[in-house]
């Protein structure tokens, strides 16, 4: 949930001019954050989640559905006073409603947070059903709001019997070939982003997704909706010049990737000790619940031969110039190589547990030595300040005009820190308190840990699922001191296993099989940077002898695996709620066991994902010719029925439809 200020955005020239200068202020408010927070302890747990969805319009006339361009006007309805004397529930905060990115995109919170209570548990899917309702009595009988990874026909082109939609009127942020920027939130933070990432890379974005290769595709496939001959910027050259990959459907806007959905998870921990080790942990979950949640398998109105949103979304925010990427010399001082673009998987671990060998961390990250100097001299760890040194490798996408003349209390805000914080979009975000004024209502928040990988599912049910899953294993891992850590680079290549179609079955994952603290080094002390660089030259051949890591399928990971020993993260929450009865008594432990159903079951492959549903919805279709084009009917029908199929984790299991065709 990015903060949005008034005031007038600059343009690219200008945020780079003053790049430096907001850098270095950036670093120095981080260094103020961490010294005054560092000691910070005894914090009460407490999570909550971000869940994004969707507002789109039936024509049923026509069978066809649009994104409904409103959410603007959607949000102040909702936000009004009318609405919350309308809505006031003396029993529970009302929720909180925020826009998104896409100007048909909404983020919907619970009105607080929640703790570990079992009235908490029980509370989150009523919660996530109650924001539904309420988004809903504000918009008309042809409209909806769903939860679904991305609209997924954006920009189509490929059924000549609908007219693509939005079409470009404006479009000179993006300027795309198939979308407008009408669809993009009016807030100039967004177009501003989206325009200084264009203006960065010297091109526009261009995001390339394999296609799936059914029966009647046409093979080699070169998307047909691209038009060669159109001279309206200077960067339509980019697909003359070979920017749209063979078999690949080609975007050429952020917003096939920023417009995606997601659910995420925030949790705070008790000191900052906690949460980077959670942060550790929990990018080893990342990929799984990637792949576990994989909702995404159109797009532009293809089928793709992935599963899921990340790739959209990595290509989307990628501001790299041909230097940072390596196509150019780089000739300039300041400038680096970089691997990756500023959204994709984690580079960094950042705990001092004794676990973290030295040859699990990256040896080659990128990281602003200056900046690191700085977090060093104040007194930070060499892995933390590798990991915000990291941060500042990239330039701001993002300033206004009062970020360049601060005010007199420019000591105590941390907007400087923010713009690199904010715009480093990864699968799990570690989170220092969000203010230094003393009086500010966000000086009770503590450290947090934000899980972003997990795509939203189409029903409450699932989604609620997924959260109280992930804090129960944040839970579970404290109670237990497990430790899942592999190799970073391994971790890597997880999150290319996440992306196949159907990795949930068919990928197999570098996993930690024995977790427990007795497999723990005898080590006392942490890692430090000396015995880090000798360590890792001198005896990785030796660790890695030692490494319990083999290659487990997510039903191994999720449910167990008798060959390798792991005893499988659910029954790890079962030993946790079993030493917890206290806690959880029948009523809430009956609601987490269909929670944890679900999430068994998905991963044994008994229900299927959302993106293995939708494949066999589209396969189901009179309308679908085995050709990867997903026609405006399909993807009406697709819309309309999808926030109605029934998925329990309880015995009767799945209730949905669809779940046999093939592709």
């Known amino acids: 949930m990015a903060v949005l200020f008034a005031g007038n955005t600059l343009d690219w020239p200008s945020a780079q001019a003053a790049a430096d200068q907001i850098r270095k202020r950036g670093i120095e408010q981080l260094i103020a954050l961490w010294q005054k927070y560092k000691d910070r302890d005894d914090d009460v747990f407490l999570w909550g989640d971000e869940t994004e969805g969707l507002l789109v319009i039936f024509d ?286 984690n580079s960094t671990y950042i705990s001092l547990d004794p676990r973290l060998k030295p040859s699990y961390v990256n040896p080659d990250l990128v990281i602003n030595k200056s900046a690191k100097s700085a977090l060093l001299a104040a007194g930070m760890d060499n892995l933390l300040a590798n990991h915000f040194a990291h941060l500042f490798i990239r330039d701001p996408l993002l300033l206004y005009d009062h970020d360049l003349y601060p005010p007199d209390t420019a000591s105590q805000n941390t907007n400087s820190f923010e713009i690199f914080q904010s715009t480093n979009w990864q699968e799990v975000r570690f989170k220092p308190p969000p203010s230094l004024f003393s009086e500010d209502t966000h000086n009770n928040t503590g450290w947090r840990v934000e899980f972003r990988s997990m795509e939203v599912q189409p029903t409450d049910f699932e989604n609620a699922a997924c959260a109280i899953f992930i804090v129960l294993f944040v839970r579970t891992l404290l109670h237990l001191d497990l430790s899942l850590y592999i190799p970073i680079k391994k971790l890597d290549e997880n999150m290319a296993t996440a992306h196949s179609r159907d990795a949930v079955l068919n990928g197999k994952f570098h996993w930690r099989y024995n977790v427990f603290p007795s497999s723990s080094p005898t080590a006392s002390t942490p890692h430090t940077p000396a015995n880090a660089a ?28 008798s060959i390798k020993e792991f005893p499988g993260l659910i029954p790890l929450i079962q030993i946790y709620l079993s030493a917890n009865t206290q806690t959880y008594p029948a009523p809430a432990i009956a609601k987490i066991k269909d929670y944890l159903s679900l999430v068994s079951k998905r991963a044994s492959g008994q229900i299927p994902t959302t993106a293995r549903s939708i494949r066999n919805f589209v396969h189901s279709q009179e309308g679908y010719h085995r050709d990867s084009r997903v026609s405006g009917e399909v993807l009406w029908k697709l819309l309309r029925d999808i926030g109605k199929w029934k998925v329990s984790g309880g015995e009767e299991g799945y209730q949905g439809e669809h779940l046999n065709a093939e592709g």
């Not at 296609?211 to 496939?221: C, S």
């Not at 997510?554 to 167990?560: A, T």
Request: glycine share 6%.
């Open 60 to 345: 049923d006339e026509r069978r066809h559905v649009e994104p409904l361009l409103q959410a603007k006007d959607v949000l102040e309805r909702l936000n009004s006073k009318e609405a919350h004397s309308k809505n006031a529930d003396g029993t529970r905060p009302r929720p909180g409603f925020h826009p998104e990115v896409g100007s048909f995109m909404l983020e919907v919170i619970p009105g607080r947070p929640w703790g570990i209570s079992p009235d908490d548990i029980l509370d989150v899917e009523s919660n996530m059903a109650w924001r539904r309702v309420l988004v809903r009595e504000q918009l008309k009988l042809d409209q909806s709001f769903i939860t679904l990874g991305t609209f997924p026909g954006l920009g189509s082109k490929v059924d000549p019997s609908q007219p693509p939609f939005p079409y470009p009127s404006t479009g000179k942020v993006s300027r795309s070939q198939f979308v407008g920027d009408e669809v993009i939130n009016k807030h100039p933070r967004y177009s501003t982003i989206f325009e200084n990432i264009r203006r960065r890379r010297g091109r526009k974005i261009a995001i390339n997704v394999p296609i799936f290769r059914d029966d009647k595709t046409t093979w080699p496939f070169h998307d047909p909706t691209i038009n060669y001959n159109l001279h309206d910027w200077p960067e339509d050259d980019d697909v003359r010049n070979g920017a749209a990959k063979e078999n690949h459907i080609y975007m050429d806007s952020s917003i096939y990737g920023s417009g995606c959905c997601s659910l995420q998870v925030t949790v705070q921990a008790k000191n900052i000790n906690e949460a980077r080790r959670l942060y550790d942990q929990l990018l080893q979950l990342s990929p799984i619940m990637l792949a576990l949640t994989a909702a995404t398998p159109i797009t532009k109105g293809f089928l793709a031969d992935t599963d899921v949103r990340t790739s959209f979304h990595s290509q989307s925010a990628d501001d790299r110039t041909p230097e940072e990427l390596g196509e150019k010399p780089i000739t300039q001082p300041g400038q680096f190589l970089i691997p990756k673009s500023r959204c994709a998987s």
């Open 534 to 561: 000798a360590a890792a030259a001198a005896k990785e051949e030796e660790e890695n002898e030692g490494d319990e890591l083999s290659l487990l399928t997510i039903d191994e990971i999720i449910n167990g695996s």
